[in-house]
């Protein structure tokens, strides 16, 4: 889990909590504020893990803003905590690989106007990235598994995504 920050075309500066899956790079959870408290972090953290469904283990930095009660929630979820060596972001590379992939691929080429905004942007490119992006460590698949499509399904058609960003390639009967 971690967070990363966005300008907007206001000169406001909007937070982005990302929460990771590293087995399948899947988007477990991910929330916009501009005001990061560790309440509101907390409560994202609970949203991130409804019903018992908490993972073993969970990544993070040190910064600030989870606060010290952030270790009694996560205990009380059953999640072990491992920490990063502090100005050690080599040491959670999937999400700050993630967290560049957002930017090279999706914010650089985007304006974003306010948080509603941003949050629509980023559901879009999430569903991109689950559902159509491919990851080379994943034997160029996506996090959702796709089926090989063969010739005998159609032609192929360009689907735009992430608007019109990105395209997702597929066979379509005429």
């Known amino acids: 889990m971690d967070f990363f920050t966005v300008p907007t075309a206001t000169f406001r500066v909007l937070f982005v909590l990302v929460?990771?899956?590293?087995?399948?790079?899947?988007?477990?959870?991910f929330a916009v504020t501009e005001h990061p408290t560790q309440e509101w972090t907390l409560q994202q953290l609970r949203e991130a893990f409804p019903w018992n469904q908490s993972p073993q283990y969970l990544l993070r930095d040190r910064d600030a803003i989870y606060?010290?009660?952030?270790?009694?929630?996560?205990?009380?979820?059953?999640?072990?905590?491992?920490?990063?060596?502090?100005?050690s972001p080599w040491q959670n590379p999937y999400v700050e690989r993630l967290v560049g992939s957002i930017r090279r691929e999706c914010l650089d080429h985007i304006v974003v106007w306010n948080q509603r905004s941003l949050r629509r942007i980023l559901q879009?490119?999430?569903?991109?990235?689950?559902?159509?992006?491919?990851?080379?460590?994943?034997?160029?698949?996506?996090?959702?598994p796709r089926a090989v499509e063969t010739r005998e399904q159609g032609r192929i058609v360009s689907i735009p995504q992430v608007v019109g960003l990105h395209h997702r390639y597929r066979r379509q009967a005429a």
């Open 19 to 29: 929460v990771l899956s590293h087995a399948r790079r899947r988007i477990v959870h």
């Open 67 to 87: 606060g010290e009660h952030l270790v009694a929630v996560i205990e009380g979820m059953g999640i072990e905590e491992v920490l990063t060596a502090p100005r």
């Open 124 to 144: 879009s490119y999430f569903a991109y990235y689950e559902h159509s992006r491919t990851h080379l460590a994943l034997a160029k698949d996506s996090p959702e």
